[in-house]
């Protein structure tokens, strides 16, 4: 099998190719990656209790890697934690006023990007492109 002719190899290179640009383009310095995907998340969601587990199942990422990420949003003063309301063994997620701000500035920028990717693309290339995209991930769910 030719390995670039791929679906994996296609989808690394493209999401190596996104973050690339992002890097670029990105004037201010801000976060990138799982820190900026989670804080968006976290908050829009800022009005539950968040925990652990749901950055988890919402990012697709292991306990230890849901666990490096929380540690590093709360050292950059993104995050705190405080005891659940509900179950006093959990800790919820709490965004910062810095978190906030500095959402809204990522979704800045992710709306130029997308600009940027979806250049020349029809409607339906990207409703086909999406829905293929969800089949991929039903394919391999575990």
Same mark, same amino acid.
């Given at each position: 099998?030719?390995?670039?002719?791929?679906?994996?190899?296609?989808?690394?290179?493209?999401?190596?190719?996104?973050?690339?640009?992002?890097?670029?383009?990105?004037?201010?310095?801000?976060?990138?990656?799982?820190?900026? &995907?989670?804080?968006?998340?976290? =908050?829009?969601?800022?009005? %539950?209790?968040?925990? /652990?587990?749901?950055? !988890? +199942?919402? #990012?697709?990422?292991?306990?230890?890697?849901?666990?490096?990420?929380?540690?590093?949003?709360?050292?950059?003063?993104?995050?705190?934690?405080?005891?659940?309301?509900?179950?006093?063994?959990?800790?919820?997620?709490?965004?910062?006023?810095?978190?906030?701000?500095?959402? &809204?500035?990522?979704?800045?920028? =992710?709306?130029?990007?997308? %600009?940027?990717?979806? /250049?020349?693309?029809? !409607? +339906?290339? #990207?409703?086909?492109?999406?829905?293929?995209?969800?089949?991929?991930?039903?394919?391999?769910?575990?």
């Amino acid at each position: 099998m030719n390995e670039p002719e791929t679906i994996g190899f296609k989808i690394r290179e493209l999401s190596l190719l996104i973050a690339r640009y992002m890097e670029q383009t990105n004037e201010d310095g801000h976060i990138r990656g799982p820190q900026g &995907f989670a804080l968006g998340y976290l =908050v829009h969601n800022r009005h %539950k209790e968040i925990y /652990q587990k749901d950055l !988890e +199942e919402r #990012l697709s990422i292991r306990k230890p890697t849901a666990s490096n990420l929380v540690d590093r949003m709360i050292k950059n003063g993104f995050l705190t934690t405080a005891p659940s309301q509900k179950d006093k063994r959990l800790k919820r997620l709490i965004v910062t006023e810095k978190a906030i701000e500095t959402t &809204f500035e990522i979704e800045k920028q =992710v709306e130029a990007i997308e %600009k940027v990717l979806k /250049q020349g693309i029809s !409607e +339906e290339e #990207l409703a086909q492109f999406f829905a293929t995209i969800q089949k991929l991930k039903q394919n391999i769910q575990i």
